[in-house]
């Protein structure tokens, strides 16, 4: 297990997106927040800004919906050519046709669950997944304050991907910070987001090597890196 930083765009300047992805050229992924106003009460953006950054930048898209009805939208951001594609357990109804879909565009496929949705009956899809994301504040917006309470999560969800042979990563997002990314790394997290973090710093680029070094000394992702 690597530590991988995903910079979240959404604190980036939305005007100028592909300047944003060029600043973080020591990204493992940019991280893509496609919000609807309904999952989430904000708007942010579709699959033709996907696209557009498709072209803008060499970093693999980790594109994160935050919509309803995710079955019917998800798999056109996998055929488009987003690296990875997570919907919301919340909001699916057919998750593994989904999932399969998204797989078989060539795409990794994530699993997102909020602070409040609990991992156990999730455990049988673990074998439809790439990567599992537990959000650290609730969704909708950038800058909040980290979930302490999501922590014990991140440990049971290490245990349950660990007891099915470790292949998935866990990804951590919301309130992600150079004070709160050891917390997360220590409970078992190995893919990190971080939007504020990355793109509310004078250099994004030192931000994300920041980031990359303070997980890497801590828990099994460093242990192991
Ligand atoms: C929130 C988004 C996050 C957000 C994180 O709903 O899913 O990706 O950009 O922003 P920070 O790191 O500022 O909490
Ligand atoms: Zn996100």
Same mark, same amino acid.
């Given at each position: 297990?690597?530590?991988?930083?995903?910079?979240? +765009?959404?604190?980036?300047?939305f005007?100028?997106?592909?300047?944003?992805?060029?600043? @973080?050229?020591n990204?493992?992924?940019?991280? @893509?927040?496609?919000?609807?106003?309904?999952?989430? &009460?904000?708007?942010?953006? /579709?699959?033709?800004?996907?696209?557009?950054?498709?072209?803008?930048?060499?970093?693999?898209? #980790?594109c994160?919906?935050?919509?309803?009805?995710? #079955?019917r939208?998800? &798999?056109?951001?996998? %055929?488009?050519?987003?690296?990875?594609?997570? +919907?919301?357990? %919340?909001?699916?109804?057919?998750?593994?046709?989904?999932?399969? %879909? +998204?797989?078989?565009?060539?795409?990794?496929?994530?699993?997102?669950?909020? &602070?409040?949705?609990?991992?156990?009956p999730?455990e #049988?899809?673990?074998?439809?997944?790439?990567?599992?994301?537990?959000?650290?504040?609730?969704? /909708?917006?950038?800058?909040?304050?980290?979930?302490?309470?999501?922590? &014990?999560?991140?440990?049971?969800?290490?245990?349950?991907?660990? *007891?099915?042979?470790?292949?998935?990563?866990?990804?951590?997002? /919301? /309130?992600?910070s150079?004070?709160?990314?050891?917390?997360?790394? %220590?409970?078992?997290?190995?893919?990190?987001?971080?939007?504020?973090?990355?793109?509310?710093?004078?250099?994004?680029?030192?931000?994300?090597?920041?980031?990359?070094?303070?997980? *890497?000394?801590?828990?099994?992702?460093g242990?192991?890196?």
């Amino acid at each position: 297990m690597a530590v991988q930083i995903s910079p979240s +765009i959404l604190s980036a300047d939305f005007a100028r997106l592909a300047e944003a992805a060029a600043a @973080v050229p020591n990204a493992d992924w940019l991280h @893509v927040d496609v919000m609807d106003n309904h999952f989430v &009460p904000n708007l942010t953006l /579709g699959l033709p800004v996907v696209e557009s950054l498709l072209k803008a930048t060499s970093l693999p898209l #980790d594109c994160h919906l935050m919509i309803e009805d995710p #079955d019917r939208w998800a &798999p056109a951001y996998a %055929e488009a050519g987003a690296g990875s594609v997570t +919907i919301h357990a %919340e909001a699916a109804k057919a998750p593994v046709r989904t999932l399969r %879909e +998204i797989r078989s565009a060539g795409a990794r496929a994530g699993l997102a669950l909020n &602070p409040a949705t609990p991992v156990e009956p999730y455990e #049988d899809l673990l074998g439809e997944i790439d990567m599992l994301l537990l959000m650290t504040v609730e969704p /909708g917006f950038g800058g909040q304050r980290f979930l302490d309470m999501v922590l &014990p999560k991140i440990r049971r969800s290490r245990e349950l991907i660990d *007891a099915h042979g470790g292949r998935l990563w866990l990804q951590v997002d /919301g /309130g992600v910070s150079e004070s709160t990314i050891e917390r997360c790394a %220590e409970a078992g997290a190995d893919v990190f987001v971080a939007g504020n973090a990355v793109y509310g710093a004078d250099d994004p680029a030192h931000a994300v090597d920041v980031l990359r070094s303070v997980a *890497a000394k801590t828990g099994p992702a460093g242990e192991n890196a």
